[in-house]
């Protein structure tokens, strides 16, 4: 366990297409990635995208589609959200960070008041007492006044808000476009070297 190890959660807010493409492109980058998703995940992950997942029995193949190859099945872990047995639930399991894609509400505001009632919460609660890099990528609008105070409280704690809201100015041609502009800010923060678009001021 180093570096390469990175945590990936999605809860149960819309967006998951930027936590698939995410893991995508993590796994094409050569990280070793630890996932695990809550039950609210698993019905938006059917309704946005199609996808049937079973939280007991995780098939990568039906999850990843056409993407997942056999090759991968050596870095990609699954977690279930109520094993607290997983390495990732202590501190000493050593990573390079954490995301959770797209992140609830009701995430956010578990992890601002310190409740670990599941490896979700438990492992972001983790990487902040560690110090690690947590970042939390949010999707609600609008916010009322306790989003905006667990998100601050968050961000005191050390985590990186990074809601999912995609630019414009590089001239999206697609949906998938959208996705990567938000995926791109996401691996920015993880230190995850990527091509998804060009760079401001790049020709």
Not at 96 to 125: E, Y
Not at 152 to 179: H, N, R, W
Request: one cysteine or more; aromatic letters at 8%.
């Amino acid at each position: 366990m180093a570096l390469e190890d990175i945590v990936i959660a999605m809860t149960g807010a819309s967006g998951a297409p930027y936590g698939i493409r995410l893991l995508e492109v993590l796994l094409q980058a050569g990280k070793n990635i630890h996932f695990t998703l809550s039950p609210s995940a698993i019905e938006v992950i059917g309704t946005e995208c199609g996808r049937k997942v079973d939280a007991d029995k995780f098939n990568p193949s039906k999850f990843f589609g056409n993407f997942w190859t056999p090759i991968l099945s050596s870095r990609f872990t699954y977690h279930n959200y109520r094993d607290f047995k997983s390495g990732i639930a202590s501190g000493s399991f050593l990573t390079g960070g954490m995301v959770i894609c797209p992140c609830s509400m009701g995430t956010l505001g578990a992890i601002a008041t310190g409740i670990s009632d599941n490896l979700i919460t438990r492992a972001a609660n983790v990487h902040l007492k560690e110090r690690r890099k947590l970042v939390i990528v949010p999707r609600e609008t609008p916010l009322h006044l306790l989003h905006i105070r667990n998100m601050l409280s968050c961000t005191e704690a050390g985590a990186v808000i990074l809601p999912a809201m995609p630019g414009f100015y590089q001239k999206p041609a697609s949906i998938e476009d959208l996705v990567d502009f938000v995926v791109a800010r996401i691996c920015d923060q993880i230190g995850v070297v990527h091509n998804l678009q060009k760079r401001w001021g790049q020709n």
